[in-house]
């Protein structure tokens, strides 16, 4: 149990079935926002892999579990309040610029509407956090397949890295591992090309 941040492949996208986890409700209702913005469609989404190849960075999937106080308080320190909403409260990212997020009237799991965000603006705002924590983004895992980050942040090497690497980001890890949660996310939304959502 828990929340989990998920990569979502062109079938669940596409689907209509939505007992069966189908996306295509969302995905229609985005298509027809932005053509109203006078923006291309959202269609070449890869599909998400059947079977997961640990490391290949092919799907992303991690659990939020830290508590999440000490990553609202340096966001309140180093973001306005609408960057903040950019960054932290969208249900759906998409590869996709958007000089502003999209509300659509799409229930998602946790909530009765769905704000869609724009991986390049989510990561910007991710990569100033990162700077600002001096986050070791070469030591951290780029490939998020089955909870790399999580593991890593919770049970794997991340006190003895910030022993080894001091700086502003091992002085609060929790906070940290949103930075990096943040931040991987919409690198792999970009690099994949596909839509990334909580579950």
Not at 91 to 113: G, K, M, N, Q, R
Not at 129 to 145: K, M, S, Y
Request: hydrophobic letters at 40%.
């Amino acid at each position: 149990m828990g929340i989990y941040l998920v990569s979502v492949g062109a079938r669940e996208w596409f689907d209509e079935d939505e007992d069966e986890g189908g996306r295509g409700a969302l995905a229609s209702a985005l298509g027809e926002e932005l053509s109203r913005r006078g923006l291309p469609p959202y269609e070449s989404v890869p599909e998400r892999p059947e079977r997961l190849v640990r490391g290949a960075g092919l799907s992303f999937e991690e659990k939020l579990v830290p508590p999440m106080d000490g990553f609202e308080a340096l966001c309140r320190t180093h973001l306005s309040p609408k960057e903040y909403e950019v960054l932290c409260g969208w249900s759906v990212l998409v590869p996709i610029s958007l000089d502003e997020e999209i509300w659509l009237s799409v229930p998602t799991s946790y909530t009765d509407t769905t704000m869609v965000a724009g991986a390049p603006q989510v990561l910007a705002l991710a990569e100033r956090l990162a700077g600002a924590v001096a986050l070791p983004v070469d030591e951290i895992p780029a490939a998020c397949d089955n909870l790399d980050l999580t593991m890593w942040f919770l049970e794997g090497p991340a006190k003895d890295t910030a022993a080894a690497r001091p700086g502003p980001w091992g002085e609060d890890l929790d906070a940290a591992f949103y930075v990096a949660l943040f931040l991987r996310a919409a690198q792999h939304s970009l690099r994949r090309g596909c839509p990334i959502v909580y579950c």
